[in-house]
């Protein structure tokens, strides 16, 4: 059974879950247990649908899940809201992180990626704006000129080569981006006998953190700021091992790899992953690999709206917060499978570029018809509305042009939306 079908069933299982229910729903003796017009599954369903409009708006779009009949006001779906915390939206996006690594023949036989046998991973963090109320700003802090912008901090484990968000976390903003990645790093994600080698970007590096990942074995790669490790400074463009001194007062030989980027700057790495058969073009490679966690960023903050949040409370910002990352990680699913049927049928056709699925349409479907495939009991129903998802998604591709480069302006307007990055709704 391919990904996409995989993680279907298995969401539909989750959201009719009585166990999950259970954990999911504060006071279970007392809520969701009489028959209501906004049953457990249809608020659950409508946050998962992440809508950007009123809820009569909302209501009105996915009118047959519901009663023909039914009138549900703001307050009701508030109300109702306010009954659960996230522990049914964390499940969803866990399932998704894990489905493709279930087992090495499946990954394997799916087409999975490793490099030297390692999954390589980034972290990466990223601010998040959070509605101006009392009891957010309370809990998330504050950032910016004079500490005004109520602000939180999301951190991700990116699979990169696999295109898998593994683990996301949102905290308050004083939560440290060391801090939020020590917690991710605790869980093993994928199956054993297989290393994570995790890339990190320049704000990532200080001796205290480094010491950390060797004590628990995890294999790094930190791309230095200069003046942070002298030692790597004044070296040669190269491999070089040297000996460093840790915070500890412990010695450890790590490898410092230099070399020049296009642009005519010099780029440093970091890392204790070191075989003899690496070359300097493999290590180039893996500081090219980190790119796709950055976009990953821009999908889940301008794709899919994480900031255009449906609630106005520390759970409804939590439960909005999965929701964002389930969705990511299912639009890199189809994406990966549609981008395959794509392949195929342009083999023969001589074009210039090759071509892939539009990520902002895959979006767009999600938005239409997600919902009723997450929520169909009926199997061969539930198939059939995944493959007309499929066939929406392959109506529209775009060329991949290689070494594609974009300037950054030099003073960037500050704007939300960009004409080039259209709503789906």
């Given at each position: 059974?391919k990904?996409?079908?995989?993680?279907i069933?298995?969401?539909?299982?989750?959201?009719?879950?009585?166990?999950?229910?259970?954990r999911?729903?504060?006071?279970?003796?007392?809520?969701?247990?009489?028959?209501?017009?906004?049953?457990?599954?249809?608020?659950?369903t409508?946050?998962?649908?992440?809508f950007?409009?009123?809820?009569?708006?909302?209501?009105?779009?996915?009118?047959?899940?519901?009663?023909?009949?039914?009138?549900?006001?703001?307050?009701?779906?508030?109300?109702?809201?306010?009954?659960?915390?996230?522990v049914?939206?964390?499940?969803?996006?866990?399932?998704?992180?894990?489905?493709?690594?279930?087992?090495?023949?499946?990954f394997?036989?799916?087409?999975?990626k490793?490099?030297?046998?390692?999954?390589?991973?980034a972290?990466?963090?990223?601010?998040v704006?959070?509605?101006?109320?009392?009891?957010?700003?309370?809990?998330?802090?504050?950032?910016?000129k004079g500490?005004k912008?109520?602000?939180?901090?999301?951190?991700?484990?990116?699979?990169?080569?696999n295109?898998?968000?593994?683990?996301?976390?949102?905290?308050?903003?004083?939560?440290?981006?060391?801090?939020?990645?020590?917690?991710m790093?605790e869980?093993?994600?994928?199956?054993?006998?297989?290393?994570?080698l995790?890339i990190?970007?320049?704000?990532?590096?200080?001796?205290?953190?480094?010491?950390?990942?060797l004590?628990?074995?995890?294999?790094?790669v930190?791309?230095?700021?200069?003046?942070?490790?002298?030692?790597?400074d004044?070296?040669?463009?190269?491999?070089?091992?040297i000996?460093i001194?840790?915070?500890?007062?412990k010695?450890?030989?790590?490898?410092?790899?230099?070399?020049?980027?296009?642009s005519?700057?010099?780029?440093?790495?970091?890392?204790?992953?070191?075989?003899?058969?690496?070359?300097?073009?493999?290590y180039?490679?893996?500081?090219?690999?980190?790119?796709p966690?950055?976009?990953?960023?821009?999908?889940?903050?301008n794709?899919i709206?994480?900031?255009?949040?449906?609630?106005?409370?520390?759970?409804?910002?939590?439960q909005?917060?999965y929701?964002?990352m389930?969705?990511?990680?299912?639009?890199?699913?189809?994406?990966?499978?549609?981008?395959?049927?794509?392949?195929?049928?342009?083999?023969?056709?001589?074009?210039?570029y090759q071509?892939?699925?539009?990520?902002n349409?895959?979006?767009?479907?999600?938005?239409?018809?997600?919902?009723?495939?997450?929520t169909?009991?009926?199997?061969?129903k539930?198939?059939?509305?995944?493959?007309q998802?499929?066939?929406?998604?392959?109506q529209?591709?775009v060329?991949i042009?290689?070494?594609?480069s974009v300037?950054?302006?030099s003073?960037?307007?500050?704007m939300?939306?960009?004409?080039?990055?259209?709503?789906?709704?």
């Amino acid at each position: 059974m391919k990904t996409s079908k995989m993680v279907i069933k298995e969401s539909n299982s989750i959201i009719h879950s009585e166990e999950i229910k259970k954990r999911t729903v504060k006071n279970y003796e007392h809520h969701f247990t009489r028959t209501r017009k906004l049953t457990f599954v249809l608020l659950v369903t409508l946050i998962l649908s992440h809508f950007q409009t009123t809820i009569k708006t909302a209501l009105n779009h996915f009118r047959p899940l519901a009663d023909a009949n039914i009138k549900v006001c703001q307050s009701a779906f508030s109300q109702a809201r306010s009954r659960i915390n996230d522990v049914i939206f964390r499940e969803l996006f866990e399932m998704t992180s894990r489905t493709g690594y279930e087992n090495r023949q499946a990954f394997n036989k799916a087409g999975g990626k490793l490099f030297y046998g390692r999954l390589i991973c980034a972290i990466d963090g990223s601010q998040v704006k959070i509605p101006n109320t009392a009891e957010l700003k309370a809990y998330f802090g504050t950032s910016g000129k004079g500490e005004k912008a109520v602000t939180g901090r999301a951190s991700a484990l990116y699979d990169i080569q696999n295109d898998i968000v593994l683990d996301a976390k949102l905290a308050p903003f004083s939560h440290g981006e060391r801090v939020q990645a020590l917690e991710m790093l605790e869980k093993k994600h994928i199956f054993s006998g297989v290393k994570e080698l995790v890339i990190f970007d320049r704000g990532y590096y200080s001796l205290e953190f480094m010491e950390e990942l060797l004590s628990r074995g995890i294999e790094f790669v930190f791309r230095m700021p200069s003046k942070k490790l002298l030692q790597a400074d004044d070296l040669p463009k190269g491999i070089h091992t040297i000996k460093i001194t840790l915070k500890s007062g412990k010695n450890a030989r790590i490898r410092v790899v230099k070399f020049d980027l296009p642009s005519g700057e010099t780029e440093t790495l970091v890392t204790d992953f070191y075989l003899r058969k690496m070359t300097l073009d493999d290590y180039k490679a893996l500081y090219f690999m980190r790119w796709p966690v950055e976009t990953k960023f821009d999908i889940v903050k301008n794709k899919i709206q994480l900031e255009n949040f449906t609630g106005r409370t520390v759970e409804a910002i939590s439960q909005d917060f999965y929701t964002c990352m389930y969705l990511t990680n299912m639009a890199a699913i189809f994406k990966a499978e549609a981008d395959e049927d794509i392949s195929d049928q342009r083999k023969n056709k001589n074009n210039k570029y090759q071509y892939q699925a539009n990520t902002n349409e895959i979006v767009g479907a999600f938005k239409d018809r997600l919902i009723f495939a997450l929520t169909e009991s009926s199997p061969s129903k539930r198939v059939k509305l995944v493959n007309q998802i499929f066939d929406e998604i392959k109506q529209s591709v775009v060329p991949i042009r290689p070494n594609r480069s974009v300037p950054r302006p030099s003073a960037p307007r500050v704007m939300k939306f960009y004409h080039n990055k259209k709503n789906n709704c």
